[in-house]
């Protein structure tokens, strides 16, 4: 009988230790990379493997609008506009911020505040757990 206890005590350890090191939701910090200094609009792209998600965001960035769609469960696109530089540009609530290597940002495209199509290239978007 003694042994039992034990054994069940033993289970029950582990399945609290494993309860506390799973996934923790929230948001993480998206921080865009660009090598121009007026930029007035982005569109890109977040994308995660299942079983992470990626729901609703936010713009991080003074002045700054966010308009986001939902793909899949594991996918958003959107377009941030107004005076965006390199540095925190938007949050995006996730299933999972201990992992933010496993939601990729891709610029699709890039345009200054004078509407001028600058396209992707130099640009990059990485993400970041919340300070």
Known sequence: ???LR???GLGLAASLASCASGPVAGD???TLHTPN???GAIAFRVATSAPQTI?????LCTGCRI??????????SGIVTGPL??????SL??????????????????ASGTFVERGPAGYHITASQDP
């Open 1 to 3: 009988m003694t042994g």
């Open 6 to 8: 034990v054994l069940l």
């Open 28 to 30: 993480l910090t998206f």
């Open 37 to 39: 200094a007026d930029d």
């Open 55 to 59: 729901g609703g965001g936010t713009a």
């Open 67 to 76: 308009f986001l769609v939902s793909v899949a469960d594991t996918e958003v």
């Open 85 to 90: 530089r390199s540095g925190a540009i938007f």
């Open 93 to 110: 609530t996730v299933s999972d911020t201990r992992t933010p290597s496993a939601y990729t940002g891709t610029v699709l495209d890039a």
